[in-house]
Every structure is written in structure tokens, then in C-alpha cells.
């Protein structure tokens, strides 16, 4: 089964928690009741998010942490990276030369292609989108769709 790791998918719950009180700076303590998570795991996601540049932290005793820039301009891909790194379902699909049979391999430019749409589909949805309800056809959907159409033909 293809899936994102539980600190990626509890990242992206954290964000969303942040993310529904808007300029807001909310302590680790608020956030990790938000978002029903313990505050450990809450602490070191928001370091990492942190250093992605797509939170802000703040020391005192008002201190905590808001989004670096408005939901709308932060995607999920954004999110994925920040915890697992470069998008790719396969080696080859993120970078060359990390298969020693790259050169003789015949699907390789599939795997590609299959990336690059799941990687467009991360960073058709915004996290201002993850706030609103599931839309019947999200862009998500058609990006999909538009993936399937592909590799039919």
C-alpha cells in the first residue's frame, strides 16, 4: 500500500488546527489539544514544520505558533516534503542516476509521469482547501481521472 508515514498525515492535522484560527499564535499545548495528539509528537512536528519555513514560533509568555504565510499559499506537497522529503514513488522518479539499471529500464518514463501527477495533485490542494468540506469532483479527483485517461492510452 502506497500511504504517507502517521507523523506526515499528523503533520497535516496539525496545520489544519493552525490553520483554522488564522493569525492567531497558539501554544503547543492548544495545538496538541486540537488536535488530539500527544504534545511530544506535537513539539517535534512543529519544530520540523518549522524548518520548512512553514511555521512561525515565537518564545515567551505569549509565546507558540502560527502559519508562516495565509492557508491558501501553503500546499500539501509543501507539508509531504517538509516530513518525508522529495516526492517520488519511485528512486528514479526524483532524481537520475539512482538505479543502476536506469539506463535499459522500460518504465521508467510511466513512473515518471505517474509522479509528476501525483505531485501535482499534492500541490492542487491548498491547506485553506483541507479546512472546507470534501467537495463532490476536488481537483484532486481530476487530477486523477486525468492520470487514469494517460495510462489507458
Not at 97 to 103: A, L, P, Y
Not at 146 to 151: D, H, N, P, Q, W
Request: aromatic residues 2%; contains cysteine; hydrophobic residues 40%.
Amino acid at each position: 500500500m502506497l500511504r504517507v508515514s502517521r507523523l506526515t498525515d499528523y503533520a497535516t492535522v496539525v496545520m489544519t488546527c493552525i490553520a483554522a484560527s488564522p493569525g492567531e499564535v497558539l501554544s503547543t499545548a492548544q495545538i496538541a489539544d486540537a488536535a488530539h495528539l500527544e504534545l511530544p509528537t506535537v513539539s517535534k512536528l512543529l519544530k520540523t514544520l518549522g524548518h520548512a519555513g512553514l511555521v512561525e514560533s515565537f518564545r515567551g509568555v505569549n509565546g507558540g505558533y502560527r502559519l508562516a504565510r495565509p492557508a491558501g499559499a501553503i500546499n500539501l506537497a509543501e507539508i509531504v516534503e517538509a516530513l518525508e522529503g522529495p516526492i517520488g514513488m519511485t528512486e528514479c522518479g526524483v532524481s537520475e542516476g539512482q538505479c543502476d539499471r536506469e539506463s535499459q529500464c522500460g518504465v521508467r518514463g510511466s513512473w515518471q509521469r505517474i509522479n509528476s501527477v501525483l505531485d501535482d495533485a499534492l500541490r492542487a490542494v491548498s491547506l485553506a482547501d483541507m479546512l472546507r468540506p470534501p467537495a463532490h469532483r476536488t481537483r484532486v479527483t481530476v487530477a486523477l481521472s486525468e492520470l487514469k485517461g494517460r495510462t489507458t492510452a
